[in-house]
Nanobody
Framework: QVQLVESGGGLVQAGGSLRLSCAASGNIFSINSMGWYRQAPGKQRELVARITSAGITNYADSVKDRFTISRYNVGNMMYLQMNSLKPEDTAVYYC????????????????WGQGTQVTVSS
């Protein structure tokens, strides 16, 4: 129905940068917002950043001024530019879409990707 595919994760040294990408496809009728969650080993999943269809963004305090979320409606792409990475940013990062599929009568639901590993070495 709705597929989300993340890419761009990997291993980077502290202070480095990575750019995550998310491609959404399928029978998407409308998108309310998209975002990134992350989950580190032994910790709860947390919201990293979110962007609405109007372009309004919000970030976790721990990533403000370091991460930037962006979205392009063409191709339903979303990105997370991560700068000044820290070892505590190590986690699996998940792309999330909140929207309706496949029609206007569908409830707003959340759809998740499989996740991409980000590892920051000290």
């Amino acid at each position: 129905q709705v597929q989300l595919v993340e890419s761009g994760g990997g291993l980077v040294q502290a202070g480095g940068s990575l750019r995550l990408s998310c491609a959404a496809s399928g029978n998407i009728f409308s998108i309310n917002s998209m975002g990134w969650y992350r989950q580190a080993p032994g910790k709860q999943r947390e919201l990293v950043a979110r962007i609405t269809s109007a372009g309004i963004t919000n970030y976790a305090d721990s990533v403000k001024d370091r991460f930037t979320i962006s979205r392009y409606n063409v191709g339903n792409m979303m990105y997370l530019q991560m700068n000044s990475l820290k070892p505590e940013d190590t986690a699996v990062y998940y792309c999330v879409l909140w929207g309706r599929a496949p029609s206007s009568g569908s409830p707003v639901s959340d759809y998740w990707g499989q996740g991409t590993q980000v590892t920051v070495s000290s």
